[in-house]
Each structure stands twice: as structure tokens, then as C-alpha cells.
């Protein structure tokens, strides 16, 4: 499975970035799709996360404000980030849960100026 995230940049505080990450690959049913982030001198920290039956799990720090979805004839998921500050700036990453194994994407960089 190959992941290739995209969406990422730098952004205003209060303002809204897209991200996406495809995988690719044999691939039949993926079991849970999510985003991580690592900010500058903190460790990889769950952000949003959707499973095959379409529930979803949130970080506190990003509830109403994040919204992840997916598009599973694509094999693709989405987070939308809306009211952006300060401390959601850091390498997000996309997190694939298949057949036992997890597998990463590359990282986007999102920079949220104040």
C-alpha cells in the first residue's frame, strides 16, 4: 500500500486547507483511514480517524473545527480544517490500517501564520 498525501501549506489563522491522501496498491477494503500530526518538539499525536463503517474519532483539540471523510471507490480520505490557528501548525501525516499493518504516508506541512 502506497499512500500520497496532498494539501498542505502555509495558511493565515481562521482560515481552511484541504487535505488528501490516496493509497494505492492491491488494496480491497481498507479498515481504517486517519490523519496524524507532529508539531515542532512533540511527538506524532492522533488528529482525525474514520473507519470502514464510517465512524469517526477526534482529537478534543479539533473537534467542530476538523471534519475527515473518505471516498472508498477511491481508496482516498480527506480532512477538511477549518478555523485554523496557531497550534495546528505541523507535519500531518496519512495513516492507513490494513490487514494488520499500518502504513504512512510522506507528511504535508501545514504552517498556520498569526
Known amino acids: 500500500v502506497q499512500l500520497q498525501a496532498s494539501g498542505g501549506g502555509l495558511v493565515q489563522a481562521g482560515g481552511s486547507l484541504r487535505l488528501s491522501c490516496a493509497a494505492s496498491?492491491?488494496?480491497?477494503?481498507?479498515?481504517?483511514m486517519g490523519w496524524y500530526r507532529q508539531a515542532p518538539g512533540k511527538q506524532r499525536e492522533l488528529v482525525a480517524r474514520?473507519?470502514?463503517?464510517?465512524?469517526?474519532n477526534y482529537a478534543d483539540s479539533v473537534k467542530g473545527r476538523f471534519t475527515i471523510s473518505r471516498d472508498n471507490a477511491k481508496n482516498t480520505v480527506y480532512l477538511q480544517m477549518n478555523s485554523l490557528n496557531a497550534e495546528d501548525t505541523g507535519v500531518y501525516y496519512c495513516?492507513?490500517?490494513?490487514?494488520?499493518?499500518?502504513?504512512w504516508g510522506q507528511g504535508t506541512l501545514v504552517t498556520v501564520s498569526s
Open positions: 495513516n492507513v490500517y490494513y490487514r494488520f499493518t499500518n502504513y
Open positions: 496498491g492491491t488494496i480491497f477494503s481498507i479498515n481504517a
Open positions: 474514520i473507519i470502514s463503517g464510517g465512524s469517526t
